[in-house]
């Protein structure tokens, strides 16, 4: 495989456009590399809507500034768009050719998406073999989502001075950014929290087998936390900073609680998954289960999971496979860089 000097992950997000710029210095086995940067910058309000870029050279400026800003000097990029605009799916085939396991992927996208085929990019990835009735099978993921959308993001990196390496969806960064050292029989769960939406991933080893996106994000728990406090218009730092200090003791009454029954319809979902693939695959518990994205730093919240599902809950540090988190970034805010990390990872090793 090609191995890159250096790459940066772009993740263009609702409330943040977060990027992570690795070297290609001290990779291992896993890929990866060295974090040079890591920096964060608002998104421009009414920019983007439901994970579609509005506005192309409004994001481009901010990202622009933000790279000029963190002295950035690596020029391939790698971005993703979520799972609000992509179509993600895994089916089983039986044991075909290549072009035939692309026609078939075809019918699918056809078949779910509400677009014209030639309105559409699509790719597949054939995650493995498997057996039904005594016939051999083969799992392949479905990716795909409308060309102009995908066109978009590119076009934010080149407006920015970038050069659009590959566009793909978040939900792969993620495992890249947490399952990299995993083998294939370590079975990593991982509750991605954005802002306004949550990926649920379960990824055996490095291959994902469970992929869904929920509409419930930090927007959510910091509407119920603000709800509880009968405040409203309050900043998210505040209310952030009220968080905490309930977590430390010193808060309003029950502010956690508002928390854990907010939580309540996520945890749901959750369960579903994993109860999904403990009856496709094989029924066990995931050896780790892992929250990312910016609400993995709320406090009470990976607490708040780990009761809720009876296992441990624990945020996942995408640096920590990277010689540790870079300077100036706290511990705490790591989880939040997943999907960067992970883009950065696929673009150092990507041709």
Known sequence: ??????????????????????????????????????????????????????????????LRELIQGAGVRTRRAAAAVNGQVALMREVRMPQLPPDEIRQAARFEVERYLPYPIAEVTFDTVVLGESKENGNSRVDVLIVAARTDVLRRHAAVLQAAGLEPVVVEVEPLAVVRAVASAATSEQVTACIHLGSSVTMILVAEGQVPRVIRTVAFGTTHLLEAAASHLGTTGEAPDVLRARLTEAANGDGAPGLLDAIDNSLSSLVTEI?????????????????????????????????????????????????????????????????????????????????
């Open 271 to 351: 369960r579903r998954s994993l109860e999904y693939y403990g009856s496709r695959y094989r029924a066990v518990v995931p050896d780790r289960v892992m929250v990312t994205g910016g609400g993995a730093a709320l406090p009470g919240v990976a607490a708040s999971l780990t009761g809720a599902l009876d296992m441990p809950v624990a945020c996942g540090d995408p640096f920590t496979d990277l010689g540790g988190s870079p300077q100036g970034v706290s511990p705490d805010a790591g989880p939040a860089y997943a999907v960067a990390a992970g883009l950065a990872r696929r673009g150092v090793d990507e041709p």
């Open 1 to 62: 495989m090609a191995r890159h000097r250096g790459a940066i992950g772009v993740d263009i997000g609702s409330a943040a456009i977060k990027i992570v710029e690795l070297s290609g210095d001290g990779q291992t086995a896993e890929g990866g590399g060295t974090v040079r940067t890591a920096v964060s910058a608002s998104t421009p309000p009414g920019t983007l809507d439901e994970g579609q870029i509005k506005d192309v050279p409004a994001v481009g400026r901010t």
